[in-house]
């Protein structure tokens, strides 16, 4: 594999975010749709049932991912045959023996928590996919180090796609939580495929003992998720036992709606941004450089849409059919996960620098911090607020912001608030004036629908006279992209 020069990297990350935000903005509208229609026709209880199996399923999958795509996609020196080859038989030897595991267990499993039918059957069906993941990771992994994201994102278009539109099928038709299963099922084993295509790669088994010893950096790198799965997913399973499913379908409808725009922008920012510090990591110059621009960018996005989200989602829930007197009690947990997301959204582009640059240890350390913390706060929250001490302790934890800027600028003396306080300022006179207006104007959804419109006006008209170089940027990505 040719080493990539520091041009074409720009270029090509210019490309990748620009193929992953466009390319998957049609996608996110059908995902949207999709949202409406699941929180329509569901359940609080069917929506609690569904984030507890999800939460089961990711920490069963951390724990069958060794870090090695990070370490591959890190990795300096080109990539060796042998080195692919023994990641995959890795992954696939594991997730293979954790789903026979969980096959044996499924009884207890589901006694344990309670589990139904069909909860229990969502949940195989979660962890066979695990065990289908491991035939994307290589195709993956070569196409993410090559900074190649519009071809990456092509299967990823069909699979969601395929599932979006058999989830909103079956769940109209009346098939509940067996819709995810029959959803999930087909949209993998049609996507694997598409994967090969836009990267060919030959399967081959076999495992290297010293290319294992070359991949430590994804032990670190896996630690460091295993604990934010412990975090998140593990406390989501706890909560499963403390709380109804009813209060974690409030919890699941906030968080869901709360970090839709988060994984729409963020991550495909950051899924790009990972591959492009790693190259440039040792040119501290360019480095912070990117480092502001991803700052700023992100903000620009981010701030306007959870603040305003903050905003309206009262008035959506009140005058959206089927959904007033039965998604008020989760407010208050969409306003913390959505502040949540807002820092998050800064906090996670400094993580990524972190771990492109080889710093793996000290987001481990973080993330250890995060976790206690979390673990700690949370029982204490929950006796205090109820379900929404959940999303209350979420937030508090991103507070810690200031050590993961501390981190980064011992690499590079980037400028943090420089680069992230004009969209602040421009998102908080947007959202006092949809506050001010939706109290005086919103009557129903019509008039909801023109006060967001109006908003969006007043946020890119501030933008544009106090921040003249947003234009700037996103001409050079234009033209960056357009010279492809």
């Known amino acids: 594999m040719d080493e990539l020069d520091i041009l074409t990297i720009g270029k090509r990350s210019a490309h990748g975010i620009l193929a992953l935000i466009s390319r998957t903005f049609f996608l996110s509208i059908i995902s949207f749709v999709s949202s409406l229609v699941i929180f329509t026709v569901l359940t609080p209880l069917d929506l609690g049932i569904y984030t507890a199996a999800i939460a089961g399923q990711r920490i069963i999958s951390f724990f069958t991912d060794f870090g090695f795509g990070a370490a591959l996609i890190q990795k300096k ?3 060796e045959k042998k080195e692919l080859k023994t990641v995959f038989s890795v992954q696939v030897i594991a997730t293979l023996f954790l789903f026979v595991v969980v096959v044996v267990f499924r009884d207890q499993i589901a006694n344990f928590f309670q589990l139904g039918e069909k909860a229990l059957r969502l949940f195989l069906v979660l962890v066979f996919l695990i065990f289908l993941s491991s035939f994307k990771i290589i195709p993956s992994i ?13 299967p990823q278009i069909i699979e969601s796609f395929i599932f979006n539109a058999i989830l909103v099928i079956l769940v109209l038709l009346g098939y509940g939580i067996d819709s995810y299963s029959f959803a999930f099922l087909v949209s993998a084993f049609i996507g694997i495929p598409f994967y090969y295509f836009v990267s060919p790669w030959k399967i081959s088994f076999g495992i290297d003992k010293q290319s294992l010893k070359h991949l430590h950096f994804g032990a670190q790198f896996q630690a460091k998720n295993i604990l934010a799965a412990v975090k998140d997913d593990l406390l989501t399973v706890y909560l499963a036992k403390t709380l109804s499913f009813v209060d974690l379908g409030y919890i699941g409808f906030g968080q869901r709606n709360a970090f839709f725009a988060y994984r729409f922008i963020v991550d495909n920012v950051t899924k790009v941004t990972f591959s492009t510090y790693a190259r440039m990591q040792d040119d501290l110059k360019l480095l912070k450089s990117v480092i502001e621009k991803s700052l700023f960018l992100v903000s620009s ?21 089927k959904w007033q007197q039965k998604w008020e009690p989760a407010i208050i947990s969409l306003t913390f996960f959505s502040l949540n997301a807002a820092v998050s959204s800064i906090s996670g582009i400094l993580v990524t620098v972190l771990d492109a640059t080889g710093r793996v240890r000290q987001t481990l350390y973080l993330m250890i911090l995060w976790t206690a913390a979390t673990w ?3 029982p204490i929250s929950i006796s205090l607020f109820g379900y929404n001490g959940v999303a209350v302790t979420s937030f508090l934890i991103t507070l810690t912001i200031s050590i993961t800027v501390y981190l980064v600028k011992k690499i590079v003396n980037f400028r943090f608030f420089s680069s992230i306080y004009k969209p602040l300022f421009c998102s908080v006179v947007m959202s006092v004036f949809v ?4 109290k005086m104007f919103v009557a129903n959804f019509i008039s909801l629908g023109i006060i967001i419109m109006l908003g969006a006006v007043v946020y890119i008209s501030l933008m544009s006279f106090f921040a003249k170089e947003i234009r700037e940027d996103i001409k050079q990505l234009i033209k960056s992209y357009e010279k492809k």
């Open 77 to 79: 020196e080109s990539l």
């Open 142 to 154: 070569l196409l993410e180090r090559e900074i190649h994201f519009q071809k990456l994102i092509i």
């Open 301 to 321: 996005a981010i701030f306007p849409l959870l603040f305003g989200l903050i905003i309206v989602a009262p008035y959506i829930i009140l005058y959206f059919p």
């Open 376 to 378: 700690i706060i949370t």
């Open 435 to 438: 506050f001010l207006t939706a």
